[in-house]
């Protein structure tokens, strides 16, 4: 005769309330954070043209004022990339650059949105590592410049602008070095680098696993 199952025994490998509250914790807590962030951009975005928007409707409008918000970036984008209006901007440029305090502040946020929405030309040019002094290992770095030319002390070597993301903030340092000194890493975007170094190294490499599997085993045609 075949023995029987005890069934508290059953009952107890099956239930694993822990497991499923920290897998349910880890599944619902990005999503309700990024819904969270979502909502609260959108609230503040959609706030600019509420004022407007209640003078001439009598009433607010949700979302609307989202929608006014990137007609007028098409707009201003539309209108700088031609050569008949894009006059105005590099006039309004020219008088933010000539006001002493509003220079800084304008010239900081400028160069910060070109160095993330601004491509290859203008942002981040690739991922590289940079080895740390002693034993400490290697850091991931973002190459901001290829050269140099107003630095004149430095102007006979090949030296990079690279930019060191800290992790779990907003932040971090640059540092000029020989390009000699620098790991490149083909394999890995800036976008990634970035979030790789601002995570901590957290992450599952899906990406990386991606390509090494699609390399070993290609499509067949």
């Known amino acids: 005769m075949l023995p ?78 031609h050569v008949l209006t894009a006059w105005i901007f590099e006039r309004l440029n020219a008088l933010l650059e000539r006001i002493p305090v509003l220079h800084s502040i304008y010239s900081t ?22 080895r740390q002094g002693g034993d400490l290992g290697y850091v991931v770095g973002l190459i901001t410049r290829d050269h140099l030319a107003e630095l004149p002390t430095i102007a006979d070597e090949d030296c990079v602008a690279v930019f060191i993301p800290m992790s779990y903030g907003v932040g971090g340092f640059t540092c000029v070095v020989p390009r000699s000194k620098i790991i490149p ?29 699609q390399a070993d085993h290609p499509e067949p045609r």
């Open 109 to 130: 946020i400028q160069e910060t949105v070109e160095l993330l929405f601004g491509g290859k030309e203008k942002g981040f040019r690739s991922a590289v590592l940079l």
């Open 4 to 81: 029987m199952p005890n069934p508290k025994v059953t009952i107890q490998r099956r239930w694993h309330p822990r497991r499923w509250f920290i897998q349910g914790l880890l599944i619902s807590l990005p999503i309700g954070l990024t819904i969270y962030l979502v909502l609260m951009v959108g609230s503040w975005i959609d706030s600019i043209f509420a004022a407007p928007i209640h003078a001439i409707f009598g009433t607010d409008i949700p979302g609307l004022g989202i929608v006014l918000t990137l007609l007028c970036i098409f707009a201003v984008g539309f209108l700088a990339s």
């Open 185 to 213: 890493l083909p394999d890995l975007s800036p976008q990634q680098a970035l979030r790789f170094a601002m995570a901590g190294g957290l992450g599952s490499g899906r990406t990386a696993r991606d390509k090494s599997l």
